[in-house]
């Protein structure tokens, strides 16, 4: 769950939901008139030259604005190939960014936010004045929740949100006697959005029709705001932001988001006054954030929903559509559905495992078909960054104040020095890959205690050695799904990469392997290819419309 949150990069899977289209059709010369100056503000805004000045001596990758509007994910993988480990630029429909090798951003990942920013990067990137999509002073309140109360405790949460996934299948997915079609992208938000609310905002809203609007539309809202207000010049902004509807739908759900949360927040606030209250309260992000605010926030209804909608706008659609990535290649590699069902059959062997603490971490091989699904279908770009001083990397290339960085993902997930046979789906690659890891760390111990013995080495330095390689990444721990590496940056990178990755973790691994007990999944008749996925701007996701064919399982 890349986010705002923590200040990477904003959700890169966005979806557009029907329900937050206009809803009343323009028409006669009303609707030629809008027509009309909509091409028109395309025009300029394509024909526009760029005004920041090019002052990174860096060679310039060229193509045309629109297309990079349509085409991105192509564009970063040839321009990747043509550069590789070089300092380059691209002139893209937000403006010219440089683009950072995996080599280099080593040298970078650890500097410091007053010489390069994730903050103003995501501020800037997300048009934050006009669209709210900020916490502002709350940013580290919301990170430290999510790393403390959140990570650390998934496992209390799993039967919670296997409660709610079992009733979106009782209730919105079809009982599939016989092969049976359907869009499962649409599914897959409303999913997403029902198990993280039971987290977010407890049982007595996270089922109301009205909370999962709001909290699943407003991202896309946000979205589409962006997108129109980077048509108009940034000194153009302050009086064209009253064209664009969306910024007062954005508040507009806000001031819905606050009247549903209100009466919740009352009802915790009265009952904390109530003896033994810590013993039972509710165990949800709205209690955390209460428990966290000082006592001048607790009622601070504003502050509260708008940290809500954002942690909605963070996880659902880049969980939900990273799901649905999931699917789409099970569909495709169906040679993988029974090696994953049998996994998941030996660790949830019975229904108490549903809740035990190493139930998750145990579905090795689903965690590694997971990150290759990722790996082929994730982010265009990561490591968004602006820099605030002059930085001078190795290479010589000197990065002025002002420049703002991103990192080439489409290009690194298709290296062969990073991945072999990068363009095929490996389902078990990185499974592979952890059992290497651990047969080396092992033959590692082995000869090292050899060593020592011979040597008539201390005991004691022995255990520190031992202790020294699993601190240093036992286990393969660098292969899993929510790892993070100069390679590997679709969660971000350093002190920004996302807290939320965790939970995304566990919320798809428990959705992938109840579908998979439960159903066999295959493309519809005629159909070989897997569904492609819709490209615009900096943002791909997965088809909304495509069907995909589930037949329930008689051994289930």
Same mark, same amino acid.
């Given at each position: ?39 028109? *503000? ?95 002073? /709350? ?7 999510? %790393? ?45 959005? @029902?198990?993280? =609310?039971?987290?977010?905002? =407890? ?10 609007? &709001? ?10 705001? &962006? ?40 009802? @915790? ?50 969980? =939900? ?58 982010? &265009? ?42 363009? &095929?789906?490996?389902? *078990?690659?990185?499974? %592979? ?8 760390? !092992? ?5 090292? !205690? ?26 393969? !721990?660098? /292969? ?12 971000? *990178?350093?002190? /920004? ?11 798809? %691994? *428990? ?14 008749? =005629? ?30």
């Amino acid at each position: 769950m890349p986010s705002m949150v923590e200040d990477t990069l904003p959700p890169a899977n966005f979806t557009i939901e029907p329900d937050v289209l206009p809803n009343q059709v323009l028409a006669g010369s009303r609707l030629s008139y809008y027509i009309a100056i909509s091409a028109v *503000l395309f025009c300029i805004w394509l024909l526009q030259p760029s005004k920041q000045k090019l002052r990174v001596s860096a060679p310039f990758y060229k193509a045309s604005r629109l297309k990079w509007m349509f085409n991105a994910d192509a564009l970063v993988k040839d321009s990747y190939s043509k550069f590789r480990d070089r300092v380059y630029q691209i002139k893209t429909t937000e403006g010219v960014r440089t683009i950072i090798p995996a080599s280099l951003v080593g040298q970078l990942k650890g500097l410091p936010e007053d010489t390069l920013s994730a903050r103003t990067a995501v501020r800037e990137a997300m048009l934050s004045e006009y669209t709210s999509l900020c916490a502002g002073a /709350h940013t580290d309140t919301l990170s430290l929740l999510l %790393k403390s109360k959140m990570t650390g405790q998934l496992a209390r949460m799993t039967p919670q949100l296997r409660e709610e996934l079992e009733h979106m299948l009782n209730t919105e997915f079809p009982e599939c006697e016989e092969w049976t079609p359907f869009k499962i992208q649409p599914f897959m938000i409303r999913t997403v959005a @029902r198990l993280s =609310g039971r987290v977010f905002v =407890g049982p007595t809203l996270n089922r109301v029709e009205e909370w999962m609007d &709001v909290s699943i539309n407003f991202a896309v809202t946000a979205f589409i705001a &962006v997108i129109k207000l980077q048509f108009f010049p940034p000194w153009l902004r302050p009086v064209a932001q009253h064209l664009v509807s969306e910024l007062r739908t954005i508040r507009r759900d806000l001031a819905k988001a606050e009247a549903m949360l209100r009466p919740v927040i009352d009802e @915790r606030l009265r009952d904390a006054e109530t003896p033994g209250y810590d013993q039972h309260k509710p165990d949800d992000y709205v209690q955390w954030l209460l428990d966290a605010l000082p006592a001048d926030q607790k009622t601070d209804y504003h502050i509260q929903s708008k940290i809500q909608l954002l942690l909605s706008a963070a996880s659902i659609h880049t969980t =939900g559509n990273l799901t649905t990535d999931c699917i789409y290649d099970l569909a495709v590699h169906q040679d993988m559905q029974e090696i994953l069902r049998e996994e998941a059959r030996e660790v949830f062997c019975d229904d108490e495992a549903w809740s035990r603490k190493d139930s998750m971490a145990k579905l090795q091989k689903l965690d590694s078909f997971i990150k290759e699904s990722q790996r082929l279908s994730g982010n &265009v770009t990561s490591f968004i960054r602006k820099v605030l001083k002059p930085i001078d990397l190795s290479d010589g290339t000197r990065l002025p104040a002002g420049t703002d960085l991103l990192a080439p993902m489409a290009g690194i997930a298709v290296d062969e020095r990073y991945y072999a046979d990068p363009s &095929v789906f490996d389902g *078990l690659r990185f499974y %592979k890959l952890r059992q290497q890891q651990q047969q080396q760390q !092992q033959q590692q111990k082995y000869a090292q !205690q050899q060593q020592q013995q011979s040597s008539s080495s201390s005991s004691s330095l022995s255990s520190s050695s031992s202790s020294g390689d699993e601190a240093r990444g036992g286990s393969g !721990q660098k /292969h899993q799904f929510t790892s993070i590496g100069d390679a590997n940056m679709n969660f971000g *990178l350093g002190k /920004h990469a996302c807290p939320g990755r965790f939970f995304a973790g566990c919320e798809i %691994k *428990l959705v992938l392997a109840l579908l998979l007990l439960r159903y066999d999944v295959r493309l519809p008749d =005629g159909v070989r290819d897997r569904p492609a996925p819709n490209m615009f701007m900096m943002t791909k996701s997965p088809s909304m419309t495509a069907d995909v064919m589930f037949r329930r399982r008689t051994d289930c």
